[in-house]
């Protein structure tokens, strides 16, 4: 189903979040709740405060703030279309989904004794502890074709490494597993209930600003043009165009389309939020899995249509080329009427001028042959018209 529905107005949105509250209104829209404020706050529509449901629920009379005008005249439009009522149910189930699993896994715990990794885990340390085989200049350390594609720093592998153990291990708890497609250099993460599968990395980020050449980097380079001149096997010195700063930030990728994204923010870490990042792939995973099926039901319907497309055309074609063949026989049964006409006009002409001919016997049986041949009612062939046509014979 098509999104046809137009964008709402600043009104009818004010309306909305003071007839129900934001959490059940921004569904509707694919947002959340949060979004849904921030797009209210920008538009300069009030919302309720926090408490005021709980009052109307205990039976208080509540007044609206009113909706203030703007400055701006032609700004009323929202840009906001609601969902269809069946894809806004997928996002509120998978939005419960989320905020269940959040509340049941807590923040990781700080490890200080030795514990066994994952696996995947293991393998994943053992390969990006390796000194060679990384991406030169930015310093970050990626073996996506091997083994879990993490994309980190020296430094920060360690704690890459514990937060995709916990990941790993606290989504095996919901139903899912880990694969490592080293033909696209991807990580999946798969839903085994459905066997939906959704890109995952864990990445740092890593600053990039234009490098200054050093002091070194200069008399280097004069080096090589001092001594160039006299030997061409020189090499010119490496000096890189940009210069990589590791920030520490990581972030968490999982899906493609739709998607979503965790990352390191001042104030909470990955670590203290792997319930919210658990119960966002299941979520995500819960949004794609209706994406897919929305899409396989569109290909079957496409296939349908294709498939009905074709046999209309096909039966149109063969009619047409039926009532060709119509027209044909019509026209040459008309035709040998003609000459059947001609033929008896021809015999009663050639009688009254005296007996017929050996000539005009031949004649009017030649005609009244050709006649038959035209007929689609007689089912004659003619021996020279019916026969191939001749091939002109080569020199050789």
């Not at 350390?141 to 993490?150: D, I």
């Not at 839903?191 to 990039?208: H, P």
């Not at 050449?213 to 001594?227: L, S, V």
């Not at 005609?367 to 002109?392: H, N, Q, T, Y």
């Amino acid at each position: 189903m098509q999104e046809t529905e137009k964008p709402v107005d600043r009104e009818t949105l004010y309306n909305e979040v003071w007839s129900e509250p934001v959490t059940l209104v921004a569904p509707r829209y694919g947002l959340s709740d949060v979004g849904l404020a921030k797009i209210c706050r920008s538009l300069a529509i009030p919302i309720p405060s926090r408490g005021y449901w709980a009052k109307v629920k205990a039976g208080k009379t509540m007044g609206r703030a009113p909706l203030p005008k703007l400055k701006q005249a032609g700004s009323e439009a929202t840009g906001l279309v609601k969902l269809p009522p069946e894809k806004a149910a997928v996002r509120e189930a998978a939005r419960k989904t989320a905020a269940r699993v959040r509340k049941e896994i807590p923040p990781m715990p700080q490890r200080e004794k030795p514990y066994a990794l994952h696996p995947l885990v293991v393998a994943a340390s053992k390969r990006l502890r390796q000194r060679d085989g990384w991406p030169e200049n930015t310093s970050l350390r990626s073996a996506p074709k091997e083994v879990l594609n993490l994309s980190v720093t020296r430094d920060k592998l360690d704690r890459a490494l514990t937060i995709a153990d916990a990941l790993v291990k606290a989504l095996a708890k919901q139903g899912f597993e880990f694969e490592i497609d080293a033909e696209q250099g991807v990580t999946r993460v798969k839903w085994l209930q459905t066997g939906t599968k959704m890109d995952f990395s864990l990445t740092e980020y890593v600053k990039r600003s234009q490098h200054a050449i050093t002091p070194a980097e200069e008399r280097a380079q004069k080096r090589y043009w001092d001594r160039s001149r006299r030997d061409n096997s020189i090499t010119y010195p490496h000096i890189p165009r940009y210069d990589f700063t590791p920030t520490g930030i990581l972030t968490i990728q999982v899906g493609r389309w739709p998607a979503k994204s965790w990352k390191d923010t001042p104030r909470t870490q990955l670590e203290q939020r792997l319930g919210e990042v658990t119960g966002g792939i299941l979520a995500l995973a819960q949004e794609t899995y209706a994406k897919e099926q929305e899409q396989e039901r569109r290909k079957k319907a496409h296939r349908r249509a294709v498939e009905r497309y074709e046999f209309l055309t096909t039966r149109r074609a063969n009619e047409i080329a039926r009532f060709k063949q119509l027209e044909t026989a019509t026209t040459n049964w008309e035709r040998a009427a003609r000459l059947r006409t001609f033929a008896d006009a021809f015999e009663e002409q050639a009688k009254a001028d005296g007996d017929l001919s050996a000539e005009q016997i031949e004649q009017l049986a030649w005609i009244r042959a050709k006649a038959d041949w035209l007929d689609p009612l007689i089912p004659v062939s003619d021996p020279i018209l019916d026969a191939p046509e001749p091939k002109l014979p080569g020199y050789w």
